[in-house]
């Protein structure tokens, strides 16, 4: 059974910024594709942002482009999203989801094969 694992998130100011992570329990993260997604309080989960293992191409929500990073760091085989200059419409539960998909869209939810359990941001105005 894939345990996808998220840390790092928590209480911040409008303004602020948070760095979530991402990590694998028992393997490696070496999935064609991984994405952050996230849903609010009596909202759908929705996309935030994606990548492809090979070539390294991202994809980002509109709402969060300039603003959020996706990266992986090899070394540490964990993914991370950074989050800048947050706002209280990013408060929401954050997840971790990796694809098994090599072609096409990685920016649905049916794209996705394995999610993490989530952690709560929020943003206080």
């Known amino acids: 059974q894939v345990q996808l694992v998220e840390s790092g998130g928590g209480l911040v100011q409008v303004g602020g910024s948070l760095r979530l992570s991402c990590g694998a329990s028992?393997?490696?993260?070496?999935?064609?594709?991984m994405g952050w997604f996230r849903q609010a309080p009596g909202k759908e989960r929705e996309f935030v942002a994606a990548v492809r293992w090979i070539g390294g191409s991202t994809y980002y929500a509109d709402s969060v482009k300039g603003r959020f990073t996706i990266s992986r760091d090899r070394a540490k085989d964990t993914l991370y999203l950074q989050m800048n200059s947050l706002e209280p419409e990013d408060t929401a539960v954050y997840y971790c989801a990796a694809s098994r998909t090599t072609t096409g869209s990685i920016t649905n939810l049916s794209d996705y094969n394995y999610w993490g359990q989530g952690t709560q941001v929020t943003v206080s105005s």
């Open positions: 028992g393997r490696t993260l070496n999935w064609p594709a």
